[in-house]
């Protein structure tokens, strides 16, 4: 059963972007149909995340970490309206907490975070294939950076196969709607 959706992308997005709006969308109309969004408890996009499901009557849950000497890493964002907090040691707990509270991932543009949380994603749905939990990726710039990887690197069949790339919010809720019933 499908209850958690965890949100990742680019900490850097501001109101007015095309990719903090497109999160804020998505995120309301996943809130509106009955999924919590789970995301970093920063800026950006986790924010833009947050306030959709406040705005579709949903809950945000926030999953962060307070870093020490990181001068790079943004951390808790006391704007982003969460409902719930999950404080984590580090890092990679974080992004681990992030993963294992979702039941779906979305993963939107953003920089090495959020590569980061994608390739780890990306890499447990390929070791649980059949039983993976479901990738959507948002975007149409997603065909062609997986066209590179799956052209350049050495994949497996099933690596191919284990997310799905939308580019709307509507779409977006399609995919989780499908998902939800396998």
Do not use: C
């Not at 999160?23 to 306030?51: C, D, Q, R, W």
């Not at 979305?106 to 959020?114: D, H």
């Not at 780890?120 to 590179?148: N, Q, S, V």
């Amino acid at each position: 059963m499908i209850r958690n959706i965890t949100i990742l992308g680019y900490s850097q997005a501001k109101p007015g972007d095309e990719l903090y709006q497109s999160t804020f969308e998505v995120a309301k109309a996943l809130a509106e149909a009955g999924y919590n969004i789970v995301n970093g408890g920063g800026p950006g996009v986790m924010k833009a995340a947050s306030e959709g499901a406040k705005a579709g009557g949903g809950k945000a849950i926030g999953v962060y970490f307070s870093p020490k000497g990181m001068i790079n890493y943004e951390g808790r964002d006391s704007s982003n309206p969460i409902d719930e907090e999950v404080m984590m040691p580090n890092y990679v707990e974080r992004t681990l907490k992030l993963l294992e509270l979702g039941d779906i991932y979305i993963v939107f543009n953003g920089g090495t975070g959020t590569i980061s949380e994608f390739g780890m994603a990306w890499g447990l749905a390929r070791l649980y294939f059949g039983h993976h939990k479901p990738l959507i990726l948002y975007g149409a710039f997603w065909h062609d950076i997986l066209e590179t990887i799956a052209k350049e690197m050495l994949l497996r069949d099933e690596e191919l196969k284990v997310y799905r790339i939308v580019t709307t919010p509507q779409e977006t809720l399609i995919a989780v709607r499908e998902l939800a019933e396998k």
